[in-house]
């Protein structure tokens, strides 16, 4: 049982926690929500100790082990399935340990079936598999994975671990839908206790149960997912608002007569235990309600259908097509939800309808006035973060007066204070904002998002479901978030085995076939011929492009830390010359691009080889 009493802390002064109180049983499953800023992370990191109380303590049962994501992702040269299972140190340790004592060998083993240490390299295979790396990339080294794909790594080795108390912060941040659902039925099943900050609607409705909420500096624990919590909630500020509204008629009642008898001697007794009645009363404060933050995406006109339409259409990377048979179409009132797990093409093919790509076959024809907006994770690591919001659409719309310009990150969520901040000082959540309002600043008639959820809290959300509800574009989807899919998209598309179909099933289908291991289709696939096997010459050449591909990825990596030392360097924004930062950014971006490009072909590489030794 972990129990939180009477704590209390400060950061410069400033009371994140007064007096708060919680506890929480073994074996719950609890999500955290509340502002941000409010200080979940905080909480946590006082309960692993990292942080020292004001006043109050924390305590778990004795000999408790907490365990979290490690910041300092793996990044060497051991292989995934190795990293993973050097995460229980105990049966590490006692694999590792050398002796010749029968009764130490003895007790040794005894210790290694009591943990399961024999299932230990199947269950953490199961884990990797249901965060999305294949059984060929679990042998491969942590540093052949970019950042996102080695946190992954990191969530699966503390999985693994099951600590008994699991801490979790922002877990599906680096996910996709499909390791998203994974993680959910994970953590449901999971025999111990957890606590997950998330803005994750879904999870947090269908892996936890029960909410911790943290505001103003107080914590209360409410039964029951998210939904269940909202409206909870709703009721108590409802209540709280009406108990509120009678205090008030009361104070106002009992102040009339004071100030009408005070200076009446007949009266004054009255008058003066009325007073005190009024001091007495304590006010009766309704929560606040937080403010409900809207997008206000631009309205583009109408344009004739098809504004997209694809017939045997090819994308790929230097020249290697990723995606084929490409017949698709797209109206501008569709709301379209791309499906299918990581590395399939889902953002190849945005970046195809966002002309970042050109095809490599067929033919793909577009509307001549068709404006289109792109939004993507990367596309918010590379703003500008010396300069304010108001200096990157000053840069975009130079004619328009300032006033307007503000309005416009008004209409997006960010107010004065963050017009004239520089972006390197804002919140993950409001350079999010600002990326999207760039995005659509050209009212585009299709509008793509890549993940745009990841750093927005539930309210944001929320906002950004009702502004593409009333969007008068077409919207093509990837996010993790199901929520946001279920209450935006009226069409799926698959993404999968190197080509899009419509998915004609819904997404409560989708997620009962993940998580049952189904075939992603319900016809039967017809049984492919067996391939013929394949030359020693051929492999030798294989194992030759594979190394080609290899050093070229180790290239782009030393480019890439180069440019990011550069991009680190002080001096380089004391000069203040823009152009040359200007500079430095786009030559990033570019390593940035090649590099994704030849890691997929490093991988592309890496399974014909593999094929071809297998034969």
């Known amino acids: 049982m972990l129990r939180i009493s009477d704590i209390s802390y400060s950061i410069a002064g400033r009371p994140l926690l007064e007096h708060a109180t919680a506890t929480i049983p073994e074996g719950h499953k609890v999500g955290i929500v509340g502002r941000n800023g409010s200080g979940k992370t ?26 979290g994501v490690a910041q300092e992702v793996p990044s060497s040269e051991t292989s995934l399935i190795d990293t993973v299972l050097a995460a229980d140190t105990e049966r590490a340790s006692l694999m590792a340990e050398q002796t ?62 099951a600590p008994d108390l699991l801490l979790l912060d922002e877990p599906t941040n680096y996910l996709d839908l499909e390791g998203a659902l994974w993680l959910e039925s994970y953590l449901a099943k999971y025999p111990h206790t957890v606590l997950v900050i998330s803005h994750d609607r879904g999870l947090l409705n269908r892996a936890v149960g029960h909410i911790l909420h943290l505001e103003e500096r ?21 209540v709280a608002q009406a108990e509120s509204k009678k205090q008030e008629a009361r104070r106002a009642h009992l102040q009339s007569f004071v100030d009408r008898f005070r200076a009446k001697a007949t009266k004054a007794r009255q008058a003066q235990s009325r007073l005190k009645m009024l001091e007495k009363m304590q006010p009766i404060t309704a929560p606040a309600e937080r403010a409900f933050r809207k997008f206000s995406f631009p309205e583009p006109e109408q344009l004739s259908p098809p504004i997209v339409q694809m017939d045997g259409a090819a994308v790929g990377y230097d020249g290697v097509p990723v995606l084929k048979r490409l017949n698709l179409r797209i109206d501008q009132d569709d709301r379209i939800a791309l499906l299918g797990r990581n590395g399939e093409g889902k ?32 596309q918010v690591d590379e703003l500008h973060i010396d300069e304010t919001p108001l200096q990157h659409l000053r840069r975009m719309r130079p004619e328009e007066a300032p006033a307007k310009l503000r309005a416009r990150l008004a209409g997006f969520g960010l107010g004065a204070d963050q017009a004239e901040t520089v972006v390197g000082k804002l919140s993950g959540g409001q350079k999010a904002r600002l990326s999207l309002l760039l995005a659509t600043l050209d009212a585009p008639h299709m509008l793509i ?65 993940l998580l049952a291991g189904e075939a992603a289709t319900s016809k039967p696939k017809p049984e492919k011929p067996r391939p013929k096997r394949a030359s020693r010459d051929q492999i030798l050449e294989l194992r030759s492009e594979v190394r080609k591909c290899e050093e070229r990825v180790e290239k782009l990596n030393a480019m890439r830390d180069k440019l990011a030392a550069k991009l680190a360097d002080p001096e380089l924004y004391e000069s203040g010359n823009t152009g040359e930062i200007e500079v430095w950014q786009k030559k990033y971006a570019e390593v940035m691009n090649g590099l994704d490009r030849a890691e997929a072909m490093w991988l592309k590489a890496l399974e014909k080889l593999e094929e071809a030794e297998a034969q």
């Open 449 to 513: 998002l890549d993940e745009p959820t990841n750093h927005l809290d539930i309210e944001s959300r929320e906002a950004l479901v009702e502004a593409l509800t009333a969007y008068s574009g077409a919207v093509i989807l990837v996010s993790h978030d199901m929520h946001l899919l279920e209450m935006t998209a009226d069409r799926l598309w698959l993404v999968k085995d190197g080509t899009v179909t419509p998915y004609d099933d819904d997404l409560a289908a989708y997620r009962k076939m």
């Open 42 to 67: 905080t909480l946590f990191r006082l309960i692993r100790g990292e942080l020292t109380l004001d006043t109050g303590e924390i305590t778990l049962p004795p000999r408790s082990r907490i365990g």
């Open 218 to 238: 107080q914590l209360t624990l409410y039964q029951g997912g998210y939904d269940t919590f909202a409206q909870t909630r709703a009721s108590r500020i409802a």
């Open 100 to 161: 010749q004592d029968p009764t130490r060998i003895a007790d040794i083993q005894t210790r290694l079936a009591d943990i399961d240490a024999w299932s230990a390299e199947a269950r953490a295979a199961t884990i990797l598999r249901g965060l999305g790396f294949t059984p060929e990339e679990q042998l491969m080294p942590c540093s052949a994975f970019s950042g996102g794909w080695r946190m992954r790594v990191a969530l699966a080795a503390v999985l693994f671990s």
């Open 347 to 378: 953002s190849t093919l945005s970046k195809l309808l966002a002309d970042k790509l050109l095809t490599l076959e067929g033919r793909i024809t577009k509307s001549s006035k068709l404006r289109v907006g792109y939004f993507a994770q990367h």
